[in-house]
């Protein structure tokens, strides 16, 4: 089954990220500007607690050792939530961040609009280069399905 429809347009390849707050495991604010000058994995998908979003964690914590790039999960999760999963999982190569208090992620258009998963982010993946700019996007066919990790990987050693 495709993903569930999504609230907008998604930010076309060679145009500017739009703004990205988050808020960390620790409830400080992030963004993504915070991440200027750095290649950039931008994983949003619906929640940690679902079995296929903590595999994406898991395996991009595994493939961002070494990489030379930044891997940011966004999702709607709480900070509490992505606390307890991070320190459960051993994710200390990834940043999470929870999409609840700006949704920013509406900007992206990556919010599902309709159904039962509506109000969650749909399963996204972009890499976004050193200066800002929109380089890769991979909507996955299903909400259930994984990314395509070796087409995220070659796009951001491109970039490095």
Same mark, same amino acid.
């Given at each position: ?85 991070? /320190? /459960? ?26 159904? *039962? ?27 259930? *399905? ?8 070659? *796009? ?5």
């Amino acid at each position: 089954m495709p993903q569930p429809p999504f609230n907008g347009q998604l930010p076309a390849i060679g145009t500017t990220a739009p703004q990205l707050r988050y808020v960390k495991t620790d409830r400080a604010e992030g963004a993504l500007s915070d991440h200027l000058g750095q290649v950039v994995v931008l994983l949003m998908f619906p929640s940690v607690d679902t079995s296929t979003c903590a595999l994406e964690t898991r395996t991009f914590n595994k493939l961002a050792t070494g990489l030379g790039a930044t891997v940011l999960a966004v999702t709607a999760d709480l900070p509490f939530a992505l606390h307890r999963f991070c /320190a /459960a999982e051993g994710i200390d190569q990834v940043v999470t961040g929870s999409d609840f208090r700006y949704r920013d992620a509406d900007a992206w258009g990556t919010r599902i609009a309709a159904g *039962a998963m509506a109000g969650v982010l749909g399963r996204v993946t972009f890499v976004i280069d050193k200066d800002g700019t929109v380089r890769y996007c991979e909507v996955a066919p299903e909400l259930g *399905a994984e990314p395509d990790y070796e087409a995220a990987l070659r *796009a951001t050693k491109e970039l490095l």
